[in-house]
């Protein structure tokens, strides 16, 4: 069965600090790693979709990174815009569902 | 990406009663998911629908309760039945997409419905 956990579960940050979420998972055939962002009141929204360990994608103030066993979302100089869930899942074998983690719940300060 | 929307955005309902929620899609896609949010949970997958096909549903959930129509290529609706406050959580429609030729098929996500059973 497909697992991922994301890890801290919530993490405040001062606007401009640096930081990185963690995924990990374990899935058997990756097929695809997800990263989305929620906001409150409203659904996932896409960001990144990885393939294979080494590949790294980039968006704004967003880099996605990817290894065999977990993946890390680094935030570079965050803005309070960017507080949201973020959350990570997996899609592995013979099918499309995706399994997701918990989220990270991020908040910024301005 | 696509534009999906769902209806309604939330209600409120008493227990032993059936809410049906809508969701459209701007484009024709083949595979559409319905997911249910719990608070504190991860999102889980409900029921796969393919137009034309029978939804295939998860463990844990059945097609009594949990009834799915997808008359065509845009348009869904999942059933809440017999609701009970254990079935307060938001759910949301997603579909499969491949937004580019040559391009990599992503899920996208609906706004949710929000739904609370007193």
């Known amino acids: 069965e497909d697992q991922v956990t994301q890890s801290p579960e919530a993490l405040r940050l001062q606007e401009g600090e640096s930081s990185s979420l963690n995924c990990s998972y374990t899935?058997?055939?990756?097929?695809?790693l997800f990263w989305y962002r929620q906001d409150p009141g409203k659904g996932p929204e896409f960001l990144f979709t990885l393939y294979s360990a080494g590949e790294e994608k980039e968006k704004e103030r967003l880099k996605a990174t990817l290894t065999k066993k977990e993946s890390f979302l680094h935030i570079t100089a965050p803005k309070p815009e960017d507080s949201a869930t973020y959350l990570c899942?997996?899609?592995?074998?013979?099918?499309?569902?995706?399994?997701f983690g918990k989220g990270t719940l991020l908040t910024v300060n301005p | 990406s696509a534009v999906i929307s769902q209806k309604p955005s939330r209600d409120i309902c008493q227990r032993g009663t059936s809410l049906t929620i809508q969701c459209q899609v701007d484009?024709?896609?083949?595979?559409m998911f319905w997911y249910r949010q719990q608070p504190g949970q991860s999102l889980t997958l409900i029921a796969t629908a393919n137009q034309g096909s029978e939804a295939t549903y998860e463990s844990g959930f059945v097609i009594d309760k949990f009834p799915i129509s997808r008359p065509n290529l845009t348009f869904s609706t999942l059933t809440v039945s017999n609701m009970s406050p254990e079935d307060s959580s938001i759910y949301l429609c997603?579909?499969?997409?491949?937004?580019?030729?040559?391009?990599?098929?992503?899920?996208?996500f609906g706004p949710g419905t929000r739904l609370t059973v007193l």
């Open positions: 997603s579909v499969r997409l491949r937004l580019a030729s040559g391009g990599t098929d992503t899920q996208y």
């Open positions: 484009s024709q896609v083949t595979m």
């Open positions: 899942a997996v899609s592995g074998g013979s099918n499309y569902k995706l399994t």
């Open positions: 899935v058997s055939g990756l097929r695809g």
